[in-house]
């Protein structure tokens, strides 16, 4: 049985690589069975054999999205190691960030769009936020900053607004730039160095 399930591995990668695909090109209601196994060059039983309906497939497309991963200590500690100011915190965690934005971009625009009416979806948006938020309040550790501005600085640095800002005409570089700009003037408002 084991050896059943290693062979079958790569064909539910290309299956979930398929459907991430898909879903950035055209949506994730709008992704049908045949069309994942037409990308994944197998046939439609072998995406359903993986994957009973076409929301299962999203935990999996999670997993390969960094800014979806879960934030543990260590993570942390491994983001901040040797930064002592608050906004040098801040600035590795809005520049990593966005950079992840970049890179996954497409699904994320896709989830994020969705996230109301695909139950899965509006769970994976709760865990990006939350994550974000667990960072951020990281960053801030030691500092004044009030939970308001926790979530202000947050909210200025979620995928939308990154998003929002390459869409009126800045490239990638300069939407990141944009957000630090915020998160920096948020902070200066905290009066947090």
Same mark, same amino acid.
């Given at each position: 049985?084991?050896?059943?399930?290693?062979?079958?591995?790569?064909?539910?990668?290309?299956?979930?690589?398929?459907?991430?695909?898909?879903?950035?090109?055209?949506?994730?209601?709008?992704?049908?069975?045949?069309?994942?196994?037409?990308?994944?060059?197998?046939?439609?039983?072998?995406?359903?054999?993986?994957?009973?309906?076409?929301?299962?497939?999203?935990?999996?497309?999670?997993?390969?999205?960094?800014?979806?991963?879960?934030?543990?200590?260590?993570?942390?500690?491994?983001?901040?190691?040797?930064?002592?100011?608050?906004?040098?915190?801040?600035?590795?965690?809005?520049?990593?960030?966005?950079?992840?934005?970049?890179?996954?971009?497409?699904?994320?625009?896709?989830?994020?769009?969705?996230?109301?009416?695909?139950? +899965?979806?509006? &769970?994976?948006? @709760? /865990?990006?936020?939350? !994550?974000? %938020?667990?960072?951020?309040?990281?960053? #801030?550790?030691?500092?004044?900053?009030?939970?308001?501005?926790?979530?202000?600085?947050?909210?200025?640095?979620?995928? +939308?607004?990154? &998003?929002?800002? @390459? /869409?009126?005409?800045? !490239?990638? %570089?300069?939407?990141?730039?944009?957000? #630090?700009?915020?998160?920096?003037?948020?902070?200066?408002?905290?009066?947090?160095?």
């Amino acid at each position: 049985m084991r050896a059943r399930a290693i062979a079958a591995e790569p064909t539910r990668r290309r299956i979930v690589q398929s459907a991430m695909t898909l879903h950035a090109e055209q949506g994730v209601l709008a992704t049908s069975y045949e069309q994942t196994a037409r990308r994944a060059g197998t046939a439609p039983a072998a995406v359903y054999r993986h994957f009973s309906t076409l929301a299962d497939p999203l935990p999996a497309c999670a997993r390969s999205t960094h800014v979806l991963q879960p934030v543990t200590p260590a993570l942390v500690a491994d983001i901040f190691r040797g930064l002592d100011r608050p906004s040098s915190r801040m600035e590795v965690l809005v520049r990593g960030t966005c950079e992840c934005y970049e890179r996954d971009g497409a699904w994320l625009r896709a989830a994020r769009y969705e996230e109301h009416l695909v139950e +899965p979806l509006e &769970e994976l948006a @709760r /865990v990006q936020r939350a !994550n974000l %938020a667990l960072l951020v309040r990281a960053a #801030l550790t030691g500092t004044k900053a009030s939970e308001r501005a926790t979530r202000v600085m947050a909210a200025l640095s979620d995928f +939308p607004v990154w &998003e929002k800002l @390459r /869409v009126a005409g800045l !490239n990638a %570089a300069e939407a990141t730039e944009q957000v #630090l700009e915020l998160v920096r003037d948020q902070l200066g408002k905290e009066n947090t160095p």
